[in-house]
T-cell receptor
């Protein structure tokens, strides 16, 4: 069964460092998302991406964050200068060829900022 | 905010009992979805109900949607220990495609 894969599964970084989280969405999907979840808390929307551009972003997704689909398969989330409060699980999700369908989630990347 | 708010935050029941979780939201939606998350894992889609539907079934799951009250409920019948997980509702607003999730209901089913 097709699945969304995320790497790394866990990354530890120093405050102020840049981090890139990678995702390989399901191949025929067109809508891509990043969410984050601070331990035990709610799943927070960061950004949605369609047709090679951001379609929606939340107030969390400030200038420190960026997304890219560099090669038609990978979908990356970059945090330019990490803060302690960026420590969380980051989930990538992809959706099929219509808005409002089921989202398929990866297993997440745990980011720990020291 | 648009995201759904689940209620209760935590629910503990015995195996075989039914579990009911509720979700409220604030604005017009295209659809509402329920997801499940095992501890430390990704979310898994359970069921989608469209704004023009009132009830939907899938196996032991029953979802209702009341758009006049902006609320939904998820019923899991004959619960099993393996149903222990967090359950999230997610709403897709009418005019955009960002799916917003609530804080979830943590369900514990005791064997």
């Amino acid at each position: 069964e097709p699945e969304v894969t995320q790497t790394p599964s866990h990354q530890v970084t120093q405050m102020g460092q840049e981090v890139i989280l990678r995702c390989v969405p399901i191949s025929n999907h067109l809508y891509f998302y990043w969410y984050r979840q601070i331990l035990g808390q709610k799943v927070e929307f960061l950004v949605s991406f369609y047709n090679n551009e951001i379609s929606e972003k939340s107030e969390i997704f400030d200038d420190q964050f960026s997304v890219e689909r560099p090669d038609g398969s990978n979908f990356t989330l970059k945090i330019r200068s990490t803060k302690l409060e960026d420590s969380a699980m980051y989930f990538c999700a992809s959706g099929g060829n219509r808005v409002g369908g089921e989202l398929f989630f990866g297993e997440g990347s745990r980011l720990t900022v020291l | 905010s648009q995201q759904g708010e689940e209620d209760p935050q935590a629910l503990s029941i015995q195996e075989g009992e039914n579990a009911t979780m509720n979700c409220s939201y604030k604005t017009s939606i295209n659809n509402l979805q329920w997801y499940r998350q095992n501890s430390g894992r990704g979310l898994v889609h359970l069921i989608l109900i469209r704004s023009n539907e009132r009830e939907k079934h899938s196996g032991r799951l029953r979802v209702t949607l009341d758009t006049s009250k902006k609320s939904s409920s998820l019923l899991i019948t004959a619960s099993r220990a393996a149903d222990t997980a967090s359950y999230f509702c997610a709403t897709e607003p009418y005019n955009n495609n960002d799916m917003r999730f609530g804080a979830g209901t943590r369900l514990t089913v005791k064997p």
